[in-house]
Every structure is written in C-alpha cells, then in structure tokens.
C-alpha cells in the first residue's frame, strides 16, 4: 500500500496559496534569470492574474534555463515557502503545458509508496495500476474470505474496494484518516490481515499439539533437593507457575508456554525448575538470554546451583576461544552437557544437541512467532520437538497477548519474594549532581553497594561506552576511597566477568555501567541505583534498570538524574516511576504515554510482522478479530488456507498442520 498521498487534484490560485501548502499551481512565465548573489539559482516568476510565485532551482542545466522563456504556461506541484518578494517553491515538480482544460488535473489522490533505489514512484504506480486493471477486467480475483456477517456496517468495503480505494482514493478521501491508518478501507485490510496472523498462530499452535516431545515427569526428587538447598520458600505464584509448567512438561506434546512476572519475582528459579525435569529425563536443556552478560549471569547461577546435584552446565557464547568452543560443542553434540547457557549462539547452525528436550527463552520481549518457529524446528529430532518455555518481565495487555501470542500457554508470577521493600525513588535535576554524589558517598559509607548508569546519550555505542569511561573517572576522583568498576558492552567478555564477580563479592563498591545491565542482572546487595539522562529513556527500560536493586532486603532507593527543562512525556514518565513499582501499572501507563505502535515495536522488530495492521492502534478490532476466528473455525474452514496464504505467502510451514 502507499505510505502516504498527495493530493494533486484541485489547482490552487496563486492568491490563495500560502506558506507550508503543497499544492497544484498554474501560471505564465513573466521573468526567468539566472542569478549569481550567494547560491547561483535559476529564478522563475509565474503569475495568474491573482498572484505570484517564485519557482526556484539550485541545479539546473543550460538547456532547462534557455527553455524556461517568458509567456510559457507551467503546471507546478511543490511545497510554497516564504520568500524575499512572493512564495518560492524550491525544485518544484514542474511541466509545461499548452492549454489548462487539456491538462486536466488528477481526479485521485496520488499515491506514494515506499520506494528503493532502482524502483521509484513512476514505476510502482505504474505496476500497481497494472494490477488494479487486471481486477477490474475480471482477469484476476480477490475473493472476499470473511465470515459474511463480519464488519458489517456499509463503510466498511469489500476487499477489492478497499485495495481499489487505497491505491486510488478519490479526490474527497478523507486525508487525515487515511494518513493516521485509520481509514474503514485501511481496516478492513487490517482487521483481515489480523485475523490471518490469529488464525495462522492457532494454526501453529494445533500442530504443536500433534507434534511429539517427550514426557518430562518424574523430576520431583531431583527438583526437591534442588528446593531443600536454596536460601528460601518458593512463594505461591512461583510454586504455581511451577506447577502449570509441570503439568505441561509431562504431557507428550510440546509445551509453549509463556510467563510473565514482574522484575525481580524470581523466574530464574521456576526456569531451573523445568531444566531439572529435563535433566532428570536424561534429555538436554537449552537457556537463552538476549545479552552476554546475562547469558553469563544464568551460566553461573546454573553451575552453582546445579553442579553440586551432579549435573554438567556448558557456557556456549560468540565470545568463546575456538579451542573452547570446540569443547563445547563436543559436549553439546554428545550429551555430557546436559544444561547449555548461551546467547543466539546457542542456535547456530554447527550447533548439534545430543538430545534437547526443553529450551528456555529468558527476556525476549520481541522473541516473534518467527523466532519461536525456527526453534520448534532447530530443536527436531526423532520425531520430537523441544517445549520451550519463555520468560518475559514485560506484562502486556490481554488481549494485545492473545493476539501476538495466541499460539502459547500463558503463566502469570504475580507476587514479588516476601520482604520486598519498594525501591524509593526521587528525581533530581542534574544541577544538583554534587549532592547526589555526596547521598552516595554516605551510602556507601554505610556497606551499601550501587550502581551508576549511563545510559544512550547518542546512538552510537562507542559514545556510550566514553561517557561512561569518563564518569566513572570523575567519580573515581570524587570518591577515592571506594572501589569503582566499569562496565561496557565493548569490554572484552573475562573483564566484564572479572568485573561483575567483583561487584558480587562486594569487592566492587560501585559500579559505572552503560545500559548492559538493564535486563537481568541481580546483585542482592545492591541497594542504591543512579540513572543519567533518566529523561531519555521509556518508562519500560527505567522499570527494568530500576528492577536491579530492591532485590534484597533492604531498603533501596532510585535516584533519576534528569536535565531539564523536561518535555511533558518525560515528566509524565518520571512522575510514574516515582509513585509506582508495579511492572503492570508501569505498563499500563507506558501504553498511554507512547501511544500506538510504539509499546511493542510490532512494526519495526516484527513481534508479529505485520504490513498493514497495528495491534496497538487495531487494538480495537482485536475482539472482533477472535470472534471471526472461531466463526471461520466452526462455519468456514475451507476458507482459513487461502486467507492465511494472502497474508503471511506460502511459507509452507504455516499450511502445514
Ligand atoms: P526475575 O524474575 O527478575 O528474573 P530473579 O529470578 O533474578 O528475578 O530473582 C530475583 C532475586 O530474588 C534473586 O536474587 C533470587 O534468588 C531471589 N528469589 C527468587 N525467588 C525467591 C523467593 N521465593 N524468596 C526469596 N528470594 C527469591
Ligand atoms: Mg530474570
């Protein structure tokens, strides 16, 4: 479809223009020159009798000037500016034209699509009205697949009027719904293509119930020594999410499962849980995490929880010696490790399991279907494919989650650890930056750890990785009797370890960190946590950085250094973190300030890949959508294939149930 339209249908009088339209405009040419003051520029001043326009060119050819003559008629579309005596329009679209009733203007909307080098706007336009004329001479079809009593009301067209409508819309389109996606023919498309992606993802789900997977039961005694030898009492909803995962797992067929729970209400553990049901099967179990250091985090906890029952945890990483990596691998191939911890590496190619049977997806609040599916398949072998069980700290709404989920089980930790206190937290303006250093000092005075984030200041890793170099020097200078480390995405993976276990130990008493910190990473001890630039950054991230202390007992506190004069949304985004720790109000609120598209990036990072809908903005349609799904089910089944192929191609693997 077209990114958006100009509307070339109605001819402006030069009188009437004004500054910032753009617009259709006809007039003579009175005066062309070529002039030579700063910027050489070709000048051309056409008029209509109720007024006057500047047409002006910095690139022009000899031949372009010598033809521009004076009593020439030119039809223009461009956008007007203000200029020194008249309106300008700089490098307008421009042709000459002999006679204007032999010109008529464009009676639809023109079309603007999104264009890639070697495929420009003539062409595409082109090729889409080619289409649009094989459908209106019957040579083609676009049968309409929705149930007939869905969307009814008479604005909403029928398929090939919407897909007519929007490549042509008539000249009194209402522009401004068409540009905010809104338009009945936009979603008509939308909601179809909605329900082809729910249908397609129950499509899924049905077929993961008839694939195989082995039955993980019988892991209790394992898992109960396990239990005995932690510090703590599963809370309730852990011990309950624990059991629906449980319940899962000794079913035959693969388990999709997805968990939310808040920062810091202990999922690693409900994880450990289920690799344990794995491991007691004898079968393998994969945990992936979205960065190095949290990856290496899982390693360690894995290894010291796990390796006193006996059982091998391999680290396998990008960042790994090849003679290490070779061992790994071995030990994946041939089964001696029986839990692997790693990032995307864990899916690569020349990785072979020996025997996986369950893979563990931590902080993957993009992890799309695509994602999913390509593991379900990477994870094939005899005929049985892994359950995966993913892990998300990121609550959505439910029925976004229905729809960008539907083909997973949902679980729900609702409960933080007891003991909990509520991470206080104050905003403070950068100016007063020296008494923040002075409440840290005093904290840390009193055995307190912290950490000092600095977060994207300018899109570029190497800047983040320098401002945080440089404040962890300035800090080092404020506070010489602390121990400060430093920690990058650019330091090499043994010196972030070395980093990390230092802090751990509490040999580290504050650590300078960018935002590689910001999913995962958990350091009880750590109580007080210092974000920069706090006003730059989404309500989401703030939560899950700000979710690294509070984890202990002991009282904690947030300090959000911002540098003013704050924009409304970010007062907005610092006053939430302020009255609240709750992950689901956070999230609300944050749906509310970012508004459509942004809270999931559907669009960009293709939760669900979608071309046309929205689920944020659609989120409306998202009902109708699932009724239209059951009725298709129940009444129209012959009618799921084709629908499904429209929208999502003939990726065999979406067919294939
Ligand atoms: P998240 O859900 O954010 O991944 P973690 O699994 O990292 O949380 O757990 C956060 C902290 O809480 C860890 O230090 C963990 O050991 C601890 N923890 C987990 N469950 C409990 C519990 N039931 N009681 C007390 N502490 C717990
Ligand atoms: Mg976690």
């Not at 179809?192 to 209790?220: K, T, V, Y």
């Amino acid at each position: 479809l077209p990114s958006r339209y100009e509307d070339r249908t109605r001819m402006v009088p030069l009188g009437s223009l004004r500054a910032g339209d753009t617009a259709v405009v006809e007039g003579t040419i009175e005066l062309a020159e070529t002039v030579y003051r700063g910027r050489r520029s070709l000048l051309v001043r056409i008029g209509d009798g109720s007024g006057w326009l500047t047409l002006r060119f910095f690139h022009f050819s000899a031949a372009q000037a010598q033809a521009l003559k004076r009593g020439l008629r030119l039809r223009c579309y461009g956008e007007a500016r203000a200029g020194a005596a008249t309106l300008e329009m700089i490098h307008p679209e421009y042709r000459v034209v002999a006679d204007t009733a032999a010109a008529p203007t464009d009676d639809t909307l023109t079309p603007v699509y999104p264009a890639t080098e070697g495929l420009g706007q003539r062409k595409l336009r082109n090729l889409a009205g080619q289409a649009l004329d094989l459908l209106a001479g019957k040579r083609v079809a676009l049968p309409d697949w929705l149930p007939p009593d869905t969307l009814t009301g008479a604005e909403y067209p029928q398929l090939a009027d919407a897909v007519r409508y929007l490549h042509e819309p008539p000249a009194e389109a209402d522009r401004e719904r068409l540009a905010a996606g809104t338009h009945p023919a936009q979603r008509r498309l939308a909601f179809e293509e909605l329900l082809a992606q729910h249908l397609s993802l129950r499509q899924l789900r049905l077929a993961s119930d008839r694939h195989r997977a082995w039955p993980l039961a019988g892991g209790r005694p394992l898992q109960q020594r396990f239990l005995a030898a932690l510090p703590f009492e599963l809370t309730a909803a852990q011990q309950r999410v624990a059991d629906e995962i449980g319940r899962d797992l000794a079913a035959p067929h693969p388990m999709m499962r997805l968990v939310q729970g808040d920062v810091g209400s202990g999922k690693t553990v409900v994880a450990a849980l289920a690799v344990l049901a794995a491991v007691a099967h004898g079968a393998q179990a994969a945990v992936m995490a979205p960065t190095e250091l949290l990856a290496e985090q899982h390693f360690h906890n894995f290894d010291r929880w796990l390796a006193p029952l006996g059982i091998n945890v391999t680290w396998l990483s990008g960042a790994l010696t090849a003679a290490a990596r070779r061992d790994a691998l071995a030990a994946v191939a041939d089964g001696d490790a029986a839990v692997i911890v790693g990032t995307h590496a864990l899916f690569q190619a020349e990785v072979e399991f020996a025997r996986l049977a369950l893979i563990v997806i931590d902080e993957q609040h993009r992890f799309g279907v695509h994602q999913r599916l390509a593991l379900r398949e990477k994870g094939e072998r005899d005929g049985r494919h892994p359950h995966q069980l993913i892990m998300t700290a990121t609550p959505i709404p439910r029925t976004l989650a229905q729809t960008a989920y539907a083909d997973l089980d949902t679980s729900v930790i609702d409960e933080l650890p007891p003991g909990r206190v509520p991470v206080a937290t104050v905003a403070m303006a950068e100016s007063r930056r020296d008494q923040v250093v002075e409440n840290l000092a005093r904290a840390l005075a009193e055995g307190r750890q912290a950490y000092w984030v600095c977060p994207l200041i300018e899109e570029s890793d190497v800047l983040q990785c320098q401002a945080a170099e440089d404040t962890a020097a300035r800090l080092t200078e404020a506070l010489p009797e602390w121990r400060i480390g430093l920690l990058h995405g650019r330091m090499k993976t043994a010196e972030r370890d070395a980093v990390m276990s230092a802090f751990k130990r509490g040999d580290v008493h504050l650590l300078v960190a960018t935002t590689v910190i910001e999913v995962g990473v958990d350091v009880p001890n750590a109580s007080l946590m210092i974000i920069e630039n706090a006003e730059r950054l989404g309500l989401a991230q703030l939560h899950q950085l700000r979710g690294r202390v509070g984890r202990g007992s002991a009282e904690s506190s947030c300090v959000l250094l911002y540098r003013g004069p704050l924009s409304k949304t970010a007062r907005a985004r610092l006053t939430a973190m302020r009255e609240t720790t709750d992950g689901f109000e956070i999230a609300r609120r944050d749906l509310a300030l970012r508004g459509p598209g942004e809270m999931l990036g559907t669009r960009q990072t293709g939760l669900l890949q979608l071309k046309i809908a929205d689920i944020v903005r659609d989120e409306a349609l998202l009902p109708w959508v699932q009724r239209a799904a059951e009725t298709m089910i129940s009444h129209y089944p012959e009618r799921i294939a084709p629908l499904i192929r429209r929208w999502l191609g003939d990726a065999g693997r979406y067919g294939r149930v």
